[in-house]
């Protein structure tokens, strides 16, 4: 059976959990397309118009491919898609991202109705852990969901619901699971992480994820820990502190959205162009060499031309390593659909336009500043003969080795730029 995923990491390891449980039971999972398989599992995404579009086409594929199949549509489309949307499409059944611990349950009563679960499903791409289960390079252990932010363009609220934290010990030994089938990295999802541990009564100064960070660093021993987003208000000393322990990845993901306090008001974003600043100079205080990444949004009702100037200025100087450049996407329930001042489509795409051309740039930058630096690469696997994997701060590398460098951590000479990273030379085993 095949287990689609679209959107977030948050999703990446919903779904992971869902082929490990699937996978336990003996069934082959695989995490693309393919013909013939008994069942799809299509895990969406719903963060703007054009992720529905691919959740739609998703379902779609999936019959044609396999057109007895058992389709599950799943994820933040299942929430805000129309009653309706299962016959329009094609899908045997529709389920909240809160009905997903049922999926596993529902199939193999299904496949197991028709027999050999094996029957129309090649051999899943990934190797195996000891455990049997599916060995990913990189497990995204998801520690939060949900979130009680209410930003006026964000639709996840409505398809995640209020945050819950998972408990610091159900984290811990999932981690030492990973660890136990070879994991090298986790990387720790949630909607929002800084909330971790606020709906557990923690007190203020105690949330986010700084607890859950010691209590891994002392409790595991894998090489990596990566954590996914965080607010610029979640960056602090006290947090920063932990970073001195080199199994934390020198990578920070801390969407901006805009650089002007015009907009992040109304956006109802809980910093300010300043706070901004002050949270990149104190990761840069504490770590000068680590990725910092973003998330921005063009054209947000009533952006003018000044807050957008604003905007790329603030990414100019923040050198970011990467930015995710998104055109305001109308959403409904959220409170900027029912904003004035909409933009028209072309103000957006000129202005997507500028964003793009300055993540080229950024990106760039950083990775030629780590040109003849040697980085530890965790090697993931081999595509038309190249492997490819990622450093600590998030660079890409690919490689030519004749050695089998599948989910090995080496240290590489990061030579020239290639595609979206660099070339290296991997160091001799
Ligand atoms: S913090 Fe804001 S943007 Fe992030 S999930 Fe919550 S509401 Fe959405």
Same mark, same amino acid.
């Given at each position: ?100 611990? $049922? ?54 609220? #409505? *398809? ?57 660093? $002392? ?7 990566? *954590?996914?987003?965080?607010?610029? $208000? ?36 809980? +910093? ?21 990444? *973003? !998330? ?31 055109? +305001? ?10 904003? !004035? ?18 993540q080229k740039r950024s990106s760039k930058a950083h990775r030629q500043g ?47 730029l290639?595609?979206e990273?660099? #070339? ?6």
């Amino acid at each position: 059976m095949a287990v689609l995923t679209l959107g977030c990491k948050l999703n990446q390891s919903d779904s992971e959990a869902l082929a490990r449980r699937l996978a336990g039971e003996g069934v082959r999972v695989v995490d693309r397309p393919v013909r013939g398989a008994q069942a799809f599992v299509i895990n969406t995404c719903s963060v703007t118009h054009v992720a529905d579009r691919k959740a739609r086409h998703l379902v779609r594929l999936a019959r044609r491919l396999s057109p007895d199949a058992e389709i599950v549509l799943t994820g933040c489309y299942a929430e805000t898609a129309p009653a309706d949307i299962a016959g329009v499409i094609g899908a045997d059944a529709v389920l909240a991202n809160a009905e997903k611990p $049922q999926i596993a349950e529902r199939l193999l009563s299904r496949l197991e109705d028709r027999g050999d679960p094996y029957a129309g499903c090649p051999t899943p791409v990934r190797p195996t852990g000891p455990s049997g289960n599916p060995l990913r390079t990189r497990a995204f252990i998801k520690i939060q969901e949900g979130c009680d932010e209410l930003c006026a363009f964000c639709i996840v609220p #409505y *398809t995640r619901g209020r945050e819950q934290s998972v408990p610091i010990a159900d984290v811990v030994s999932q981690v030492q699971e990973r660890e136990a089938d070879g994991v090298l990295e986790v990387v720790l999802t949630g909607t929002q992480l800084g909330n971790y541990g606020r709906d557990l009564g923690w007190p203020r100064e105690e949330q986010g994820p700084r607890r859950l960070l010691a209590e891994l660093l $002392q409790r595991t021993s894998l090489p990596r820990i990566r *954590t996914s987003s965080l607010q610029a $208000q979640d960056i602090g000393t006290h947090l920063l502190a932990l970073w001195s322990d080199p199994r934390l990845c020198p990578h920070f993901h801390i969407p901006l959205q805009s650089g002007s306090d015009a907009v992040l008001g109304p956006m109802r974003r809980r +910093y300010s162009a300043d706070e901004y600043r002050r949270a990149v100079s104190l990761i840069r205080k504490h770590l000068p060499a680590a990725a910092i990444t *973003t !998330d921005v949004i063009a054209g947000f009702p009533g952006e003018t031309d000044a807050d957008f100037e604003a905007t790329l200025r603030l990414c100019e100087e923040s050198s970011f390593a990467d930015m995710h450049c998104f055109p +305001y996407s109308r959403r409904p329930h959220t409170g900027a659909d029912r904003m !004035d001042g909409h933009l028209p489509p072309q103000t957006r795409r000129e202005r997507l336009e500028r964003l793009l051309t300055l993540q080229k740039r950024s990106s760039k930058a950083h990775r030629q500043g780590r040109l003849g630096d040697t980085a530890d690469v965790l090697w993931e696997e081999q595509t038309e003969g190249r492997w490819q994997g990622l450093t600590g701060d998030y660079v890409r590398v690919y490689a030519s080795s004749d050695s089998d460098l599948t989910n090995r951590l080496t240290a590489a000479r990061l030579e020239r730029l290639e595609g979206e990273g660099v #070339y290296g030379v991997p160091a001799p085993p």
